[in-house]
């Protein structure tokens, strides 16, 4: 069993910045993709950003220039630096693990409201 921790969200301005962590634990084996979605009120859960275990990376159009992903030394950490926040921005955010066999892990989600 895997269990994925997210830290870091809370309440930020306007064009400011977070960085959020999912620190995974458990029986951690290969792990192929790492990745961050968003629940909006209202909206279906999408994807932000992934990082395979090659090192390539993707992100939604609506973050690409602003986020940023990557991983820790030990490659179970999974951190989203997020600058130049919007309001629009506002959502749970949830980390995702899924492994080469194909299992797949969630955090519980992690809170970032942007407002002034």
């Known amino acids: 069993q895997v269990q994925l921790v997210e830290s870091g969200g809370g309440l930020v301005q306007p064009g400011g910045s977070l960085r959020l962590s999912c620190a995974a634990s458990?029986?951690?084996?290969?792990?192929?993709?790492m990745g961050w979605y968003r629940q909006a009120p209202g909206k279906q859960r999408e994807l932000v950003a992934r990082?395979?275990?090659?090192?390539?990376?993707n992100y939604a159009d609506s973050v690409k220039g602003r986020f940023t992903i990557s991983r820790g030394n030990a490659r179970t950490t999974v951190y989203l630096q997020m600058n130049s926040l919007k309001p629009e921005d506002t959502a749970v955010y949830y980390c995702?693990?899924?492994?080469?066999?194909?299992?797949?892990?969630w955090g519980q989600g992690i809170q970032v409201t942007v407002s002034s």
């Open positions: 995702q693990y899924i492994m080469s066999s194909g299992i797949r892990y």
């Open positions: 458990g029986s951690i084996f290969s792990i192929y993709t």
């Open positions: 990082i395979n275990s090659g090192g390539s990376t």
